[in-house]
C-alpha cells in the first residue's frame, strides 16, 4: 500500500493527495487488505495436493485431451478418497488392497480393474520421475489377466444396412467419413474444412499427443462429403458441425449418438465409433494394406495395437493356407 500511496503523492497536488487518503480511510474502515494470490498453485496446499494438481498440468501440457484428463482425474480422485493417506505414505498393499475391494464389490469387470491399475501406476510414475516419490508402489503389481474377447468389425451386409438407415446427408458423410478413414471420434470432431484437400482426397488428422499424420477419403467418402457440405448452413470452420446455432463443431458425444440412432433403424447390433475405426483397419487388411501402413493411417504407436485391431477370420486363413500351402 505504500508504494500506491507514493505514486499516488508524486502524481498528484498536496491538496488532491490528501482528500484522496482521507476518503480511502473512511471507505476502508473496518476492512482487511491482503494480497491476492494469483500464482497458478497455491502454496498452503499440501504435498499431495500440489502434485495431483501439477500431474494433470503436465499432462495437458503434453497433449491429452480433456476427455482423457477427466477419466484419470475420477480414477485418480476415486483412490485417493478411499484411501485417505498422504501420496508419500501409500504402498502397494494399500493399491492391492484398494483394486481387491474393486474386484469383490462386483461394480467393474477385470478389464476395467486393470484399466484403473493402469491410471493409477501413471500417475505414480510420474511421481517418481519428478522426484516427489521414491518408488512407484505399483511397480510389484502385474497386469490383471482378464480373458479377451474379439471386437468384430461391421461385416459386408452391416455396413450397406447403416449407409441405407442413414437419413440425413451429415449422417451419411459421417458414416462413409469413417470408415474410410478409420479416424478417432474425437479426432473427426476437431477436423476443420482447411485439414482436407477435396481435389486428391487427404485429410490431415490430429491425434493423441498432437501427433499429425495423413488419412484418405475413398471416392464415395469424398462424394458424400462435398454433398453435405454444399448444403450445409452457417459457415463453421469444422467439417461436422451441429447444424444450429452458432454452428460450431460437434462433440464426441453427438457422434456416438448419432451412429447409435442409426444403428438401431438399421438393425444392427453394437454400433459405435470405434467400430468403424475396427471395420477400416480390416477391410485394409483384407485388400492387402500391409500392416505397417494400416498402423500409420490409425496413428498407432505400437504395432501389436494395430494387430489387435485387425480382424483374421477363418475364410482368410482357408484362403491362405489354399494359395500358399497347396
Aim: with cysteine.
Amino acid at each position: 500500500m505504500q508504494e500506491i500511496f507514493g505514486e499516488i503523492k508524486n502524481k498528484c497536488d498536496p491538496g488532491t493527495y490528501n482528500h484522496l487518503i482521507n476518503f480511502i480511510t473512511v471507505k476502508l474502515n473496518g476492512y482487511k487488505l491482503e494480497k491476492a494470490e494469483t500464482s497458478l498453485i497455491k502454496y498452503e496446499m499440501t504435498d499431495s495436493q500440489r502434485w495431483f494438481k501439477m500431474f494433470f498440468i503436465s499432462k495437458k501440457l503434453q497433449g491429452l485431451s480433456d476427455r482423457t484428463l477427466k477419466v484419470y482425474k475420477n480414477e485418480i480422485n476415486r483412490f485417493l478418497i478411499n484411501i485417505k493417506k498422504d501420496l508419500k505414505s501409500i504402498t502397494t498393499d494399500d493399491i492391492r488392497y484398494y483394486l481387491a475391494c474393486y474386484q469383490i464389490s462386483g461394480r467393474a469387470t477385470p478389464v476395467t480393474i486393470d484399466n484403473t491399475r493402469r491410471y493409477l501406476s501413471t500417475f505414480f510414475q510420474w511421481l517418481e520421475d519428478e522426484d516427489y516419490i521414491l518408488k512407484n508402489p505399483l511397480k510389484k503389481i502385474k497386469k490383471t489377466k482378464f480373458k479377451k474377447t474379439m471386437k468384430k468389425a461391421f461385416n459386408f451386409e452391416e455396413i450397406e444396412k447403416l449407409k441405407m438407415a442413414c437419413k440425413t446427408k451429415r449422417e451419411i458423410a459421417l458414416v462413409t467419413f469413417l470408415l474410410s478413414t478409420g479416424t478417432r471420434a474425437q479426432e473427426t470432431t476437431n477436423i476443420k474444412l482447411i485439414d482436407i484437400d477435396f481435389n486428391t482426397g487427404e485429410v490431415k488428422v490430429t491425434g493423441k499427443g498432437n501427433k499429425e499424420r495423413m488419412v484418405f477419403l475413398n471416392a464415395t467418402a469424398l462424394l458424400r462429403l462435398k454433398d453435405y457440405i454444399s448444403t450445409r448452413k452457417g459457415d463453421s470452420e469444422y467439417v461436422f458441425c451441429a447444424g444450429i446455432k452458432p454452428f460450431d463443431k460437434i462433440g464426441v458425444e453427438v457422434i456416438e449418438r448419432v451412429v447409435r440412432e442409426i444403428g438401431k433403424r438399421a438393425n444392427v447390433n453394437n454400433v459405435h465409433p470405434h467400430r468403424f475405426r475396427r471395420t477400416c483397419a480390416t477391410i485394409a487388411h483384407k485388400r492387402g494394406m500391409p500392416i505397417e501402413e494400416i498402423q500409420k493411417m490409425l496413428g498407432h504407436e505400437d504395432l501389436g495395437t494395430t494387430q489387435i485391431y485387425v480382424q483374421v477370420d477363418e475364410e482368410d486363413i482357408r484362403k491362405s493356407h489354399e494359395k500358399y500351402m497347396n
